[in-house]
Structure formats: structure tokens, C-alpha cells
């Protein structure tokens, strides 16, 4: 059974910093995409950073170059975040998900396999 579970959320004041985690489980995720969404309430999913699992290769929101950090273990088959310089409005649900198939498409989350359950970051002002 394929299970990512996402951990490391809380709350931070603004200009905090903190680090989420994915561990994933129940196959080799090897050929895959490991992608980080967030969804505010009223608001779309949306994408916020992705690490190809084999070579490493990093993508990230407009939004959050340069403040967050997408990395993975693949001893310990778990993907971070790392978020610094937080802002009230990266407040949201933090979810992992999984696809296979290249960098296409990795904005929509329609096309991802595996989801996580979710984890809360609350930014105060």
C-alpha cells in the first residue's frame, strides 16, 4: 500500500521558517516526481516546488524562489520543504503527491498518482 505522510506543520510567525516532510512508502518511487502543493481556504491547489526522485532536479513557484527549498533522502525515502521568510499569505494545507512520466504537467494536480493527507502551516502577521 502506497502511503506519503506529510509532517512539520504548525504555526510560525511571520518571517519564520519551517521545515515540512513527506516519507513515502510502498514502492520504488524511483522514476518519479515528487511535487509539493498548498491550497488556502477559498482558493485552487497550487503548485509550489517539485524534485525528480533519480536525478534531483528541482522546480519551484514564482512565488516562493529563493525563500523556499525542495530536497529528498533517498536513504530515508522522504521529501522536505524547507520554508524560510514566511509570509501570512503562504498560509495553507501542505500536501506531497506523486507522478510518474517526466516534468511534464507538474502544475496540475489532476495527473499525480499518490497524495498525501495533508499538514497545516499558519503564518501570523
Known amino acids: 500500500q502506497v502511503q506519503l505522510v506529510e509532517s512539520g506543520g504548525g504555526l510560525v510567525q511571520a518571517g519564520g521558517s519551517l521545515r515540512l516532510s513527506c516519507a513515502a512508502s510502498g514502492r520504488t518511487f524511483s522514476n518519479y516526481y515528487m511535487t509539493w502543493f498548498r491550497q488556502a481556504p477559498g482558493k485552487e491547489r497550487e503548485f509550489v516546488a517539485a524534485v525528480s526522485w533519480s536525478v534531483g532536479n528541482t522546480y519551484y513557484a514564482d512565488s516562493v524562489k529563493g525563500r523556499f527549498t525542495i530536497s529528498r533522502d533517498n536513504a530515508k525515502n522522504t521529501v522536505y520543504l524547507q520554508m524560510k521568510s514566511l509570509k501570512p499569505e503562504d498560509t495553507a494545507v501542505y500536501s506531497c503527491?506523486?507522478?510518474?512520466?517526466?516534468?511534464?504537467?507538474?502544475?496540475?494536480?489532476?495527473?499525480?498518482?499518490?497524495w498525501g493527507q495533508g499538514t497545516q502551516v499558519t503564518v501570523s502577521s
Open positions: 503527491a506523486a507522478k510518474q512520466y517526466g516534468s511534464t504537467g507538474l502544475g496540475n494536480p489532476r495527473i499525480y498518482e499518490y
